[in-house]
């Protein structure tokens, strides 16, 4: 069984790109500012964690198929080195830890590690871009509510209904309403 290398590496190299992972994790402190900006970027944040979690998904299900054949390979090299090893000057039979020695020092299982090694790495660092993207929709909801209070202590803190009237009008323009 062959692992499918060049597809998972093209979806991860996607996913780990630093400017669209950037623009994924971070807030802008000055764009934090802006209600517009941060409705923007609460509406956006749904399809982002949907990617950056199918990504992961990838990963992972790369991971296990890396899993099961450095598996197959190491059993298959046991069978083998089993089969064509003689003892060792001085032994009358071959040992489990020569045979293991054997086998960890193969080029085939030692391939097969480095591409568990490597989706290990992968999952790891889409984990930490996942958690950094539910950080931030925390982060944006609690500005925005903070922003929301804002907007009600200034329309409680005028008179009038000139001034109520300006007040809701802001609102709806800052949080896209009519």
Same mark, same amino acid.
């Given at each position: 069984m062959k692992v499918p290398v060049s597809k998972i590496e093209d979806t991860v190299a996607e996913a780990l790109d630093?400017?669209? &992972?950037? !623009?994924?994790?971070?807030?802008?402190p000055i764009a934090a500012d802006s209600p517009r900006v941060v409705s923007q970027e609460l509406v956006r944040l749904p399809a982002d964690l949907s990617y950056y979690n199918g990504v992961f998904a990838d990963v992972l299900e790369y991971q296990i198929l890396? &899993?099961?054949? !450095?598996?197959?390979?190491?059993a298959e090299r046991v069978a083998h080195y089993r089969k064509t090893t003689? +003892? +060792?000057?001085?032994?009358?039979v071959v040992t489990d830890a020569f045979i293991q020695a054997l086998v960890s020092a193969d080029p085939l299982v030692t391939n097969a590690q480095n591409?568990?090694?490597?989706a290990d790495v992968w999952k790891a660092r889409l984990s930490g871009i996942v958690d950094a993207i539910r950080s931030k929709e925390k982060a944006l909801t609690s500005i925005a509510m903070l922003m929301q209070a804002e907007i009600r202590v200034g329309h409680h803190a005028g008179a009038?209904?000139? &001034?109520?009237?300006?007040?809701?009008?802001?609102?709806?323009r800052i949080w896209g309403g009519r």
């Amino acid at each position: 069984m062959k692992v499918p290398v060049s597809k998972i590496e093209d979806t991860v190299a996607e996913a780990l790109d630093v400017s669209e &992972k950037q !623009r994924a994790v971070s807030i802008d402190p000055i764009a934090a500012d802006s209600p517009r900006v941060v409705s923007q970027e609460l509406v956006r944040l749904p399809a982002d964690l949907s990617y950056y979690n199918g990504v992961f998904a990838d990963v992972l299900e790369y991971q296990i198929l890396c &899993k099961r054949e !450095r598996d197959r390979v190491e059993a298959e090299r046991v069978a083998h080195y089993r089969k064509t090893t003689e +003892p +060792p000057p001085g032994a009358r039979v071959v040992t489990d830890a020569f045979i293991q020695a054997l086998v960890s020092a193969d080029p085939l299982v030692t391939n097969a590690q480095n591409l568990v090694d490597t989706a290990d790495v992968w999952k790891a660092r889409l984990s930490g871009i996942v958690d950094a993207i539910r950080s931030k929709e925390k982060a944006l909801t609690s500005i925005a509510m903070l922003m929301q209070a804002e907007i009600r202590v200034g329309h409680h803190a005028g008179a009038g209904d000139a &001034k109520e009237d300006d007040t809701a009008s802001r609102e709806r323009r800052i949080w896209g309403g009519r």
